[in-house]
């Protein structure tokens, strides 16, 4: 038996020896000479076999707790496994779909991020051109060092280019306006 039934055990005996004390005082305060001690023995016999009874219950769980072991045998393979062919199948499965994942996408990806970057490196050059082209102003580089400054980010390059950009936009604006003006005249 388990912890809890024994304590359920003792919480009945408890139980009984409170209502038999409470019984007894009763009987005692009505002086009924005779009936009192035959329910004082009978409640002395009750608790004699519930102690006997917990005593039993306690051996028996001492011998049920030094059989059991605690031993677990787990089983990869074989009948009494919980892997079967099809889950055998569909591990295989992703490992494989995963291993061609790993060989065959990450040039792809690698590819595509080359790709972004020397398609933002056209559109930058572009651009610059456009701008040093609007702008009325010589450009100061060969398309070789252009597409150099470009590659390597040059930190001068860069400032030049979002100037030019910055300007730009602000004279796009400022005609904007000015062509809005006119309609409101």
Do not use: C
Request: zero cysteines; glycine letters at 2%.
């Amino acid at each position: 038996m388990d912890k809890k039934d024994i304590d359920a055990i003792y919480n009945l005996m408890q139980n009984v020896s409170d209502k038999l004390g409470g019984l007894s005082s009763k009987i005692e305060s009505k002086n009924h000479g005779s009936e009192v001690q035959n329910i004082i023995k009978k409640q002395d016999t009750m608790i004699a076999y519930l102690v006997h009874l917990t005593n039993d219950m306690e051996k028996s769980n001492m011998t049920k707790s030094e059989n059991t072991n605690n031993y677990n045998e787990y089983v990869l393979f074989g009948k009494d496994s919980t892997m079967n062919s099809r889950i055998l199948f569909i591990l295989a499965s992703l490992i494989f779909v995963a291993w061609l994942g790993f060989k065959y996408l990450a040039p792809i990806v690698s590819k595509q991020d080359k790709l972004e970057l020397e398609n933002t490196n056209y559109r930058m050059m572009y651009e610059y051109l456009y701008l040093k082209d609007t702008s009325q102003e010589p450009t100061n580089y060969t398309m070789q060092q252009l597409a150099k400054h470009i590659q390597t980010r040059d930190a001068n390059f860069i400032k030049e280019y979002n100037k030019m950009i910055s300007q730009h936009r602000l004279t796009k604006r400022r005609m904007e306006l000015e062509n809005e003006l006119e309609k409101l005249k």
